[in-house]
């Protein structure tokens, strides 16, 4: 098997994790060749856009393998964002390098505000893109031609592939290797990442966690982190509504006006990212770690799980804690 080749555009005033996130995700698929070794399943090449230096929003300067006019044959093309590809100049070297390599390439992706080199080649014109939420708007009215999702973490349009800010381009890494591989490599590349596997394409750009912080500045900030702490309780309309002196009317309507869920859906969320969680952690029998987390059985959990998260439980927790002779990531010891 020959690794395929990925190639990641690198400029100065590049966002690093844009770059190092997905990196990372593909250097660490790597596979048994059924003889004892193990093999890359790709390989990654950072290309420069204006020299083999470049330099990060962050200050972090990167050496790149080659540059535009030098660079290999690829399977895909990575361009990360950052404030450098906004620079006119920048974006349209970027533009035009891409033009010129799209029919040979398998796919093409943008992370974050990658979206600046990507859209001005009009080979997006027509498709559904997403980018990071603040840029959502300028994006639109730059590129009106686009269809764009403001609340998608990436999405698939033929053979390209955009995603939302920052860590949004691991979660497009790992739907890459899935697609490449099956969920079987990319969930054991999620785990040695320690990131979940998987969030849905589909799902807003703020994550729950963080859409609890911002969101919840009235009284039930206090009431979701007691939610999330009691989970084995009985988290019924009336008793929340009692928590925080409301009649379980007017709870209900506050409630989903703040989480845009019901508080069932709400709770039932709760207890599925806590089971998800534990999953990955220990070998406790199905049926106890529903009981642990609030379902009433487990075939109600299992039911609720598959709908969630697209994998039954027990072949979540085999996939996420796979270690056997024929590995199929780097294992401790390999590597910093």
Known sequence: MQPKRIGFLGFDGITALDLVGPIETFATAVVDDGHGARRPCYAPVT??????????ESGLTF???????????????VIPGGSGLRHPEVSAAVAAWLKSRAKRTRRIASVCTGIYGLAPTGLLDGRRVTTHWRFVRDVAQRFPRLLVDANALFLKDGPFYTSAGITAGIDLSLALVEEDYGPRLALSVARELVVYFKRPGGQEQFSEPLQFQTESSDRFAELVAWMGGHLRQELAVDALASR????PRQFSRRFKSAYRATPAAFAEGLRLDEARRRLSLGANAIADLAESVGFHSPDVF?????????????????????RSARTQYMGPGDGS
């Open 47 to 56: 290309i420069g856009v204006r020299g083999r230096s470049f330099r990060a």
């Open 63 to 77: 050496k790149a393998d080659t540059t535009l006019p030098a660079a290999p044959a690829l399977d895909t093309i």
């Open 244 to 247: 925080v002196n409301l009649s």
């Open 302 to 322: 299992r039911r609720a799980f598959e709908r969630r998260f697209g994998i039954s439980p027990s072949s979540y927790r085999s996939h996420f804690q796979l």
